[in-house]
């Protein structure tokens, strides 16, 4: 198959750099700078996501020590030891004389070439989706381009563990267990699977060379650890020909006997998904973001977006290192697809932009269908983070996590006008703000929260932001309900008292003029503190609780961008607003800062922004969670959507300005 008459993307040779993502929805995968496929992840009906991956399972004795979670979750950044077995899988040349180079083909799937003298390698890895089966592909395109023969040795397979993600956090919130990893391993004809019986899961992965099948040396093994398996070959090219080798890994939640299909069949699907990428403008509003932009739609849309049966879609945080559902991360994936669905003219062809748009209602609508229908609350809130499968997790009470969906909501009806999905979801209005009432102040309109927006605990339990999205959620309600009558309540009403409260209780003195306290117990203690996880608060001038002129609002921004933020403000070259929950700087702060120098006017400031983030993106346009104040690195999760769909919803809002 021809891909070589697509638009091609090189990589930027960045500070930051990870393996690349690409997906299909139920399926993703990363790919290493080497070639090898680092893990192919999976939807799973009982366990939520599983992975093929060349790395042991997260140790069930581990789930609470912070720095042997961030340790694992590096596994798949750093360069494993040789006698630890492959970095991964697949079809690999080999040698170690090969320059490489990267590309993104359509900004959608990624494409490694190969070349030394006389040979050339094109690598390019395409998800497939086809009448409810998911796979992933890697084909190489391999030229002579000498005027002698000349043979190509190869390594086909790798390292394999096939297991559950291991969902480890550094705050954990109730560890589900792991089961224990019962290998099997076969190789006959052209077929290696790859069998965990105590999931179940099989991963299958199929071998070609041109049109025929890649005969592998046959292999049966059990293990309860990664085992390796490869098989050595060589590819004999005359002058100026080239061969296609081909390998597709699919993963069932059940073993079975081989799929059935046609090379030809593979290859349709393979063209399938090539005429499905999509069609980027070239334009050159945005200039350098828009690649960015277009990289973070891309990964909540392929990687992020988890179909769980016809309708309902789970939005998880990332597919690698924390395959889980938060409301409050998904909302602000959500407002991204929104955003730029309303701004598509300036991002995609007019020819793409009916489905684009068709794409991003069908996964909104999804996920308010997963999150009220399937989302299991076992004590009425919604619980911290949730499995694909709608099993809660951490069973943790967060305010802010209780008003993204209802927000969510009216939003999507404001820009789609469904009126049947709302009339669907409406009996489940009224049940969450039956709940959120239980935990309102007996006096004041304020409602307590048992964690943080950064998932920890505090130290007295009314939280700023999280009542100004009160405020905010009641408001957009309100309008909602002119429409659709679900209550009785007298929705803006409750929120000019909340408001009322907020402003009475949360502003405090400090130097020369007030601002808002980041926590209150609403009897004359504070805590002075802003974190990059609290939003809210950044748009608060945008929602209409207060204007951008407001002091007390500038001054509380302006203590979070300082040294007096301790704990929250970490200054250097690469120093601005992070979180006490992993003390460095994050680009979600940097997104905020960004935000609101465009409210305030402050170009000078935006510019500055603007750079820093330019040089912390990491070359495939994501954002991770925080970087090193000094040097620019990456200090903790490469994977973490949340942060590129808030910094790149300011990107497509600034074309309005």
Known sequence: MSFFSFEFMRLPDALNRKPLDVGCGPLSASIGEDGYIRSINHFHSRHGFITLEPTEP??????????????????LIDQRPASEGAAGFGIQPKGTEWKREFFWVRNHFPLIRYHKPNIEIHAVYIPIHHDGM?????????????????????????????????????TEGGPIPIPRADLAFTASNNRLTITNRNLPAEASLYFFNGEDPLELQPMEKLANRPATY???????????????????????????????????????????????????????????EKPIIHRNIDYILSCCSVPVDEEAVCIITDHQLLPL??????????????????????????????AFNNQVQRTVKGHLLWMFEQAVRPNRYWGRAYLTNGFCKDDVFQLDQQCYPLLQLCEYYDRFGDHQTVVRLMPKIHEILDMIMEYKDRERWLFQTGETPADDEVAYPYHFSSQVLVWHTLTSLAKLNETFSFTNLELLEMARLVKNDILDCFVTPHGDGELFAYLSDLKGSFQLYHDA???????????????????????????????ENKGGFYDGEYGGLGSVHTPHPWPL????????????????????????????????GLFPEAVNEHTGDVESRHWFSWPGAFISSVFVHSLSE
């Open 134 to 170: 998911s796979g992933m592909t890697q084909q190489l395109t391999v030229t002579n381009c000498g005027e002698q023969p000349e043979s190509i040795p190869l390594a086909v397979g790798g390292t394999f563990s096939l297991h559950r993600c291991s969902y480890g956090q550094l």
């Open 230 to 288: 490869i098989y050595d070959t060589e590819l004999f090219l005359n002058s100026g020909e080239s061969r296609e080798l081909t390998m597709l890994c699919l993963i069932s939640e059940e073993a079975g006997d081989p799929a059935d299909f046609s090379f030809d069949e593979l290859q349709a699907w393979m063209k399938r998904a090539w005429e499905e990428t999509p069609r980027l403008t070239t334009d050159g509003r945005l200039g350098a």
């Open 58 to 75: 997260f140790p069930n004795d581990k789930w609470y020590d912070s720095e042997y979670v961030r340790h694992y979750r590096r596994r």
């Open 589 to 620: 702060g940097d997104g905020q800062e960004l935000l609101y120098s465009l409210q305030i006017g402050d170009d000078r400031r935006q510019q500055q922004v603007r750079r820093k983030l330019a040089g912390t993106v990491q070359w495939d």
């Open 325 to 354: 559902s938060w409301n409050r991360d998904s909302y602000y994936m959500m407002r991204l697809l929104l955003d730029s669905e309303q701004y598509a003219h300036c991002l995609y062809e007019a020819s793409y932009i009916p």
């Open 533 to 563: 996880n609290d939003l809210p608060t950044v748009y608060a001038p945008i929602w209409g609780f207060c204007n951008s002129n407001d002091l007390r609002w500038i001054n509380t921004m302006e203590f979070a961008f300082s040294e």
